[in-house]
């Protein structure tokens, strides 16, 4: 339990021109945003009403999807820190990331983000902003300090049990380019949003074309060994899937990333493995590397077909959650699948 900051810097905090209410909502999607005359930002975010007073100068990033989507947008000099990585920087973004603090490799404490006197923070996990995370949302609306968590972990879906929550409504890409077309809105560039959106969904369009996968189907194993991590029906994988009218093995669970036994993914014996290959250390297995090396091993795996016929794809971890760069995760299993002469 973080201890309370002293006055000054509690102080501080509350002197900022950023306020926020909690109160009934929709999600950014059904809420809305409004612009008031004292050119206030208000938005509907994952059943709260966010209203802030002017675009964020000294803002946080406590996940890498939604620091990546800030950096695409040009704001890293209105950044003071980001946290929670799984990959390295998307590429193109490696200079204005350097401008940029890193509080940790992992989630940081609530201390050491409010040391960065953030006027704005985002995540792009629920788990993030609440108990058992940095802090709960409330703790930062206590001292004054705006958040917003990404729609497309709010959006359709339930994240009261344990594990990484269950979908009630497959996402779609629309949930993440109404997150890029948020936080333009708050920082005041909305044309650079709408640029980026435009951007995102021409690639998806020619990464696309022409392609039938709908004899193919696919697993996605995100990380560890032991009691491995795959992809339900509907979460950023079944975006990839549905876009490509590919198959998952496992679309027949809501869970956005339930643990399976090796048996059971043996027997479903998919065509293709898109396999996360992670740099952070908090599981087993993070590389493709090494999952590849126990796919080949494993007496329970080794004789499936795509192992048989080494038919991987290697995705970040970014590409494989509802980030940009899920778009990503279109792109290279597409071109996989016609590589590996799976499409019509």
Same mark, same amino acid.
Not at 187 to 208: I, P
Not at 313 to 331: D, F, W, Y
């Given at each position: ?146 958040? +917003? ?190 590589? +590996?002469?799976?499409?019509?």
């Amino acid at each position: 339990m973080p201890v309370a900051r002293p006055a000054r810097r509690c102080a501080l905090l509350l002197s900022g021109a950023l306020l926020l209410t909690a109160c009934g909502g929709g999600s950014s999607a059904d809420g809305g945003k409004s612009r008031k005359s004292t050119g206030a930002v208000a938005l509907g975010n994952c059943g709260r009403r966010v209203t802030i007073a002017s675009a964020p100068k000294r803002a946080v990033s406590l996940n890498q999807g939604t620091t990546e989507i800030m950096l695409s947008l040009g704001l890293a000099d209105r950044m003071v820190g980001t946290a929670t990585w799984t990959d390295p920087v998307m590429k193109g973004l490696e200079k204005a990331n350097g401008k940029v603090p890193r509080l940790a490799d992992d989630a940081p404490s609530f201390e050491k983000v409010l040391d960065a006197e953030p006027d704005f923070v985002a995540a792009s996990f629920a788990s993030t902003l609440a108990k058992g995370g940095v802090a709960p949302r409330e703790k930062f609306e206590e001292l004054g300090v705006p958040t +917003y968590l990404s729609p497309a972990d709010c959006e359709g879906k339930d994240n009261s049990g344990d594990g990484d929550g269950v979908r009630t409504e497959p996402l779609t890409m629309e949930a993440v380019y109404g997150e890029v077309r948020d936080l333009a809105e708050v920082f005041g560039v909305a044309e650079r949003g709408a640029t980026l959106v435009a951007d995102l969904k021409s690639r998806v369009a020619k990464a696309t074309d022409g392609i039938d996968a709908s004899d193919t189907t696919v697993l996605y194993w995100f990380a560890n060994q032991e009691a491995p991590y795959m992809a339900g029906c509907c979460g950023a994988p079944g975006i990839v899937t549905d876009t490509l009218g590919a198959k998952n093995v496992f679309a027949d669970t809501k869970q956005e990333w339930p643990q399976i036994n090796w048996e059971t993914v043996a027997d479903r014996d998919p065509d293709v493995l898109v396999i996360g290959d992670l740099t952070r250390r908090s599981q087993t297995a993070e590389t493709a590397a090494k999952k590849i090396e126990f796919l080949e091993t494993n007496p329970a795996t080794k004789n499936m077909d795509a192992v048989k016929n080494k038919r991987y794809v290697l995705l970040s971890g970014q590409a494989m959650n509802p980030t940009i760069r899920t778009v990503e995760g279109v792109e290279k299993v597409a071109a996989a699948l016609r590589e +590996y002469g799976l499409t019509g």
